[in-house]
């Protein structure tokens, strides 16, 4: 099958080419590189490569031609930066979802939109998971953009007869990971002896899903997904305090580097995913999050300084004194 993988140059696009191309499909990647994205991200895996935006319905048809279906990671996908600056987020998770909508219509693919447990919302403690008919309460600009992209997604689906499903994964870690999200960010920072900066309380609970078994439950949704349907892929719960406490073990840095710093406007304290429709399609994880996951994402950022030292410079550094800097002062 010849597929294409928008976003496959970022974080869990490229894992998810490098998993189609060892089953040897053709695999065809979009990808506007912006700053998350890494063509070195590729580098051992067979794919065609073309840079462009999702936004653009020429550069989609490009990509796309003699494709039988479409995967779309592309997306800005962190939650700060869309705090510092939403617009960006509307263009590439609302329009660019619909521009490929558009495309799959026209030239009936199969569409495979990848989504985030955050369009849910806060789910308080106590209040059970999230299933696949949960009101969409996003918080930040980023879920709300991605909420958006859904919606498109249900939309073209009952309008048009669109064959798309849309799947929603919760927090996934594992290596190439871009590092300003929690785990890469403060795997590296401790490391180089930097500030840990844990919003708030750091009582916020999130799930952690190995990024090997989301793209394999994105490939099952792919493959075997009924069409038009929606499809929650969880992880395990846990307290980012205690990731924090597991980063410290793991690495050796001394605890003095944690620094309670200002919350994250409109920060969600928790969310929760129930995953038994996808389990009753034949999924099931095969890592642990504590029994290996979590350390050998370490012993990967560990081996891989170079993988990660050079993306800490330029456009990261102003990024890091917008985001941190005033947090961080005393
Ligand atoms: P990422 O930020 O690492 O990668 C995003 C990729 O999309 C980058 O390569 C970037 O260059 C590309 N891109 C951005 N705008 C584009 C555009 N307009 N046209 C073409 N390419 C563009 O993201 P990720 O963490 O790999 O997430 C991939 C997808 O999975 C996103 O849709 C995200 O919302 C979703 N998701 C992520 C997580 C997570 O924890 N990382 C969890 C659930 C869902
Ligand atoms: O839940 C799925 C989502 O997970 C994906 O859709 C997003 O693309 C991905 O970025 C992630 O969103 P989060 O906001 O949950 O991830 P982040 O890594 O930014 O933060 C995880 C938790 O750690 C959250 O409670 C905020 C906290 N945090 C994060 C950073 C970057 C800190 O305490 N300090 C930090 O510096």
């Not at 309380?201 to 038009?228: F, M, N, P, Y």
Request: charged fraction near 25%.
């Amino acid at each position: 099958m010849r597929i294409l993988v928008t976003g496959g140059a970022g974080f869990i696009g490229s894992h998810f080419a490098r998993r189609l191309a060892a089953q040897g499909e053709e695999v065809v990647v979009l990808d506007r590189l912006t700053y998350a994205g890494n063509r070195a991200n590729l580098e051992d895996v067979a794919h065609e490569f073309h840079q462009g935006d999702i936004a653009d319905p020429r550069a989609v048809a490009e990509a796309a031609a003699g494709c039988e279906a479409i995967v779309n990671f592309a997306a800005e996908s962190h939650v700060d930066r869309s705090i510092l600056g939403p617009a960006e987020f509307i263009r590439t998770d609302v329009m660019g979802a619909q521009v490929l909508l558009e495309h799959a219509r026209h030239n009936k693919l199969r569409m495979v939109h990848v989504s985030t447990d955050e369009v849910y919302g806060d789910v308080p403690l106590g209040a059970p998971a999230c299933t696949e008919e949960s009101p969409l309460r996003p918080s930040s600009p980023y879920s709300a953009s991605k909420a958006g992209g859904d919606l498109q997604v249900v939309a073209y689906v009952r309008t048009f007869g669109v064959d798309a499903l849309i799947t929603r994964g919760a927090n996934t870690y594992g290596s190439h990971q871009y590092p300003e999200k929690f785990l890469p960010l403060f795997i590296t920072n401790a490391f180089d002896g930097q500030p840990l900066p844990v919003y708030g309380d750091g009582r916020q609970r999130r799930e952690w899903l190995h990024v090997e078994d989301h793209c394999a439950a994105i490939e099952l949704v792919l493959r075997a997904g009924a069409s038009g349907e929606i499809y929650n892929v969880s992880g395990q719960e846990r307290e980012n305090m205690d990731v924090v406490r597991r980063i410290l073990d793991l690495t050796g840095a001394n605890p003095d580097l944690v620094q309670h710093v200002a919350d994250r406007p409109g920060h969600d304290r928790r969310y929760a995913l129930d995953s038994s429709k996808l389990r009753a399609l034949g999924w099931s994880p095969k890592h642990s999050f504590d029994g290996g996951g979590l350390e050998e994402t370490v012993a990967w950022y560990r081996g891989h300084r170079e993988w990660w030292e050079p993306l800490k410079s330029g456009e990261y550094r102003a990024y890091y004194e917008q985001q941190y800097a005033a947090r961080l002062s005393p």
